[in-house]
């Protein structure tokens, strides 16, 4: 289980979530998990881009390969 808490301005939505996320062990790419979060938030309100943070830092590693130190996009790639 984990907490969300979602402002947004600017286009950017902030999302903070909790030591939860980095512990669930998802069994997909580590990309998916953020990206569900990124694509769903840029479909379905004004923000344009998303910036997450574990606890409100965002000086975090998911998986080893995922910087939270970024503004993520949408990924069309991701999307069917």
Do not use: H, M
């Not at 600017?10 to 069994?27: K, M």
């Not at 344009?48 to 069309?76: A, P």
């Amino acid at each position: 289980e984990y907490t969300v808490r979602v402002p947004y301005d600017y286009y950017i939505c902030y999302v903070t979530l909790d030591e939860g996320f980095l512990a669930t062990g998802y069994n997909v790419t580590e990309s998916i998990p953020i990206y569900s979060i990124v694509n769903s938030l840029v479909q379905n309100t004004d923000a344009q881009k998303v910036q997450i943070s574990i606890n409100g830092e965002t000086n975090r590693i998911f998986r080893e390969s995922i910087s939270f130190d970024t503004i993520f996009e949408r990924n069309e790639d991701l999307v069917e």
